[in-house]
C-alpha cells in the first residue's frame, strides 16, 4: 500500500513540477513581449546589445522608412525588425535575437535580417553615407584635416583590405574564395577618412585575390589616377602589400632610424592605424557573414 501511495505521490509531484516549468516559460515569454528595448533597456545596455545608441537607431529607423522599401507589417514594426537585424550583425548568431525578439521564430527572424540587409544595401542609403569625396573642396578638407593630425599633406583616405569569413561557396567558384589564412572569404577592400568614416568599399573580389590586385581593378583606383593626372596633388596611405604610386602612399622599407624616411614611415604608420580601427570596429559583423545561411 504504501508503495502505491509512494509512486501516486511521485506523479503528482512531477507534474507539479512540470506545470510550474510550463508557467514560468510562458511567463518569461510574456516578459519578452511586453519588452520594449527602446524604453525598458538603459543607453549603456541597448548600445551593447545593437551597437548603436537609442538615439541613432531612431534616426536609423527613420532613414530606411523615407528612403527604402522597407515597411512595417501588420503584426511586426519595422522597429522591431531593425532590431533583430542588428542584434544579429552585433552577436553573429540566430539564435539571441531568437531569444529576445517578441516570439519571433529563426525563419521568421531570417526573413526581417534579409530585409533589413537589403534596406542597408539600398543605393539611396549607400550614395548618402558611403561617398568618396567628390569635389576638390571635399577633398581638402579631408587633406587639410590629415595634415594637421599627422603632418602629411594631400592625404584623402586610408586603403587597406580585409578578410570576411563566408559559407563554402559552389565547387566550381570555391578556388576564387580560399584565402591563404585557410578558410573562405572575400577580400573587402576599405578606404576611411581621418574621422574613420567609411568612404569608399570594394566587396566584389574573392579571398584568394591579394589586397594589390583588388586595388588595380577597382574603380577608385582609376578615379584617383584620373585625379592625379589633372594636377590634384592628393593620394591615399596603404601598407607595404600595395605598390608605390604618386596617387598611393606606401611605407619605405629598410629605412635607416631616425633618417628623413624613418621619420616618414612613422607619421605614415601613425595614420594608417585609422583603417585598422575602422575594420576592428567592424569585428562581430565579420563573424556574422561565416554564419550567413545559404
Known amino acids: 500500500m504504501s508503495g502505491r501511495l509512494f509512486f501516486s505521490w511521485r506523479m503528482f509531484a512531477a507534474a507539479g513540477d512540470r506545470d510550474n516549468l510550463i508557467f514560468s516559460i510562458n511567463r518569461n515569454a510574456r516578459a519578452r513581449g511586453k519588452l520594449n528595448p527602446v524604453s525598458d533597456l538603459s543607453g549603456s545596455q541597448f548600445r551593447r546589445r545593437y551597437r548603436l545608441t537609442k538615439e541613432m537607431f531612431k534616426r536609423l529607423c527613420q532613414e530606411l522608412k523615407q528612403n527604402t522599401n522597407l515597411r512595417s507589417s501588420q503584426r511586426v514594426s519595422i522597429e522591431i525588425k531593425v532590431l533583430t537585424a542588428l542584434f544579429f550583425y552585433a552577436s553573429g548568431s540566430y539564435q539571441r535575437p531568437v531569444g529576445v525578439a517578441k516570439h519571433l521564430c529563426q525563419k521568421i527572424c531570417s526573413v526581417y535580417i534579409e530585409q533589413v540587409t537589403q534596406a542597408l544595401t539600398h543605393a539611396n542609403i549607400l550614395n548618402k553615407y558611403i561617398k568618396f569625396p567628390d569635389t576638390p573642396s571635399a577633398r581638402r578638407a579631408i587633406s587639410q584635416r590629415f595634415y594637421s593630425k599627422y603632418g602629411i599633406p594631400g592625404i584623402i583616405g586610408c586603403i587597406d583590405g580585409s578578410h570576411f569569413k563566408i559559407v563554402m561557396p559552389r565547387k566550381e567558384e570555391e578556388h576564387f574564395y580560399y584565402s591563404r589564412k585557410h578558410y573562405h572569404s572575400l577580400n573587402v577592400q576599405m578606404v576611411c577618412d581621418d574621422q574613420c568614416r567609411i568612404i569608399n568599399v570594394n566587396p566584389k573580389f574573392g579571398g584568394a585575390n591579394h589586397d594589390a590586385f583588388v586595388w588595380h581593378n577597382s574603380d577608385l583606383n582609376d578615379y584617383v589616377q584620373t585625379l592625379h593626372q589633372n594636377g590634384e596633388m592628393v593620394w591615399l596611405l596603404g601598407d607595404s602589400g600595395y605598390p608605390q604610386r ?18 616618414y614611415n612613422k607619421r605614415h604608420r601613425k595614420a594608417r592605424v585609422l583603417i585598422e580601427n575602422t575594420f576592428s570596429s567592424l569585428l562581430p559583423t565579420r563573424d556574422t557573414f561565416s554564419g550567413v545561411r545559404s
Open 246 to 263: 604618386p596617387w598611393l602612399m606606401t611605407p619605405i622599407l629598410d629605412a635607416v632610424p631616425e633618417s628623413e624616411e624613418d621619420r
